[in-house]
């Protein structure tokens, strides 16, 4: 039986998690698995939904997303465990996370990394970076990257993000996102195997 990927989204607080995430389970062919602190941190909409039980939402396409609050070692041991292992899991991390700590929960037997997803916030990273409050659990969190996604561009250019964020992580991929599709998760294990292209901002998800 082939591992099962693990991709962890992650981002500051606002980058636009949420977004992304309902993005990913409406339009997903593949059966995902979604690990979240709470529902109401996604806002599942609610014509996706086929049965709710408990910590549990199984959705009309066959994804499923669950609450785990501090508990995600023993939901990830639950998937495995479960004997039909979805094709992907998806952890979305809280707004101050360190994602590395959480890809960790990736090498259970049964599982296999598949990459972190950075989301970058084009209207606020500069202040971010600027604020020694926050600035270095953002920069821990896009240095943590194997795919960034710089959000809210809204079809401005985003130069001065791209090489903000290129001093912090010079190889990972950069690409703008509105409202991101599953297909950009196809992505994430190559560009940690290869290293990152180290191009700017190139591309923009739909």
Sequence with gaps: MTDTPVVVVSGY??????????????????RITVLVNDFGSVNIDASLIANANGDTIELTNGCVCCAVGDDLSTAMLGIIESGNPPDMVIIETSGVADPRITSTYAHIRGL??????VLVDHVNFASQTGNR?????????????????????NGSPVDSTGHS????????????????????????NMSASSGGTGSEPHETCH
């Excluded at 980058?15 to 409406?26: E, V, Y």
């Design 112 to 117: 296999r990394t598949g990459g972190i997803i």
């Design 165 to 188: 964020i290129r001093s912090i992580n010079p190889s990972a991929p950069v690409m703008t996102v509105e409202e991101c599709d599953v297909s950009v998760l196809t992505g994430v």
């Design 13 to 30: 607080l606002g980058a636009g998690k949420t977004t992304f995430i309902n993005s990913i389970l409406r339009g997903a062919s593949a």
């Design 133 to 153: 409050l926050i600035s270095s659990t953002v920069e821990r969190q896009v240095a943590a990257a194997d795919l960034l996604l710089v959000t809210k561009a």
